[in-house]
């Protein structure tokens, strides 16, 4: 089993909806989660992060902890095309002095339609 | 101009061939990683570098190896080769402080044939 699973998609949406992307994870020592989003032919780039449980909101991306369910979510509102990509969760037990390990989910894949 | 580049774009080798691909960055972090991503995988670390003295092996390491020429570059080489080593390679770094946040090189697309 994989220490993060991430439903790989694609998901395909249109313009203007909620978009729920998840992952779920085993290891109960992860403290720190992260989502990334990566455009085609591009490398990934930080969009959120989040330290243990609750919730963190940024414009229209709020993301979730849920570490009693070892589940973290990323909801879009108001979803664009220009939403469309592959977000990453990530995950670390403990950031500082710990080289910076993430460990990635598979990626979901996101298209928005106009 | 990027903070993060790599070289080169694309690639395409032949099995048992010796092949090295470069990574730069001038944002002053200190740690660097390579990554290979690859489809339902994710990405995987390969070899990461606290500095220039110290370097480590990821998750996935057969078969690759390393080496940070300066605080500003690190390079990743396949000492010979196969199919299976077909995949998207990433560079990044990160600050100490800010760990979370790893700045991606655009990737380097590599085919063995």
């Known amino acids: 089993q994989k220490e993060v699973e991430q439903d790989p998609g694609p998901l395909s949406v249109p313009e203007g909806a909620i978009v729920s992307l998840n992952c779920t994870y085993s290891n109960s020592a992860f403290q720190y989660f992260m989502w990334y989003r990566q455009y085609s032919r591009k490398g990934p780039e930080l969009l959120m992060y989040?330290?243990?449980?609750g919730n963190k909101e940024d414009g229209r991306f709020t993301a979730q902890v849920d570490k009693s369910s070892k589940y973290i979510s990323l909801f879009i509102r108001d979803s664009q095309p220009s939403d469309s990509a592959t977000y990453l969760c990530?995950?670390?037990?403990?950031?500082?002095?710990?080289?910076?390990?993430?460990?990635f989910g598979q990626g979901t894949e996101l298209s928005v339609k106009p | 101009d990027a903070d993060v580049t790599q070289t080169p774009r694309n690639r395409i080798t032949k099995t048992g061939k010796r092949i090295m691909l470069e990574c730069s960055q001038t944002k002053g972090h200190d740690r660097m990683y390579w990554y290979r991503q690859d489809p339902g995988l994710g990405l995987r670390l390969i070899y990461y570098?606290?500095?220039?003295?110290?370097?480590n092996k990821g998750e996935i390491s057969d078969g690759y190896s390393v080496s940070r020429q300066a605080q500003a570059k690190f390079s990743l080489s396949l000492e010979s080769a196969i199919p299976n080593q077909t995949a998207l390679y990433f560079c990044a770094t990160s600050d100490l402080q800010r760990e979370e946040t790893q700045y991606f090189g655009p990737g380097t697309r590599l085919l063995v044939l």
């Open positions: 989040t330290y243990s449980s």
């Open positions: 990530a995950m670390s037990p403990m950031i500082y002095n710990q080289g910076g390990k993430l460990i």
């Open positions: 570098s606290f500095d220039v003295k110290d370097i």
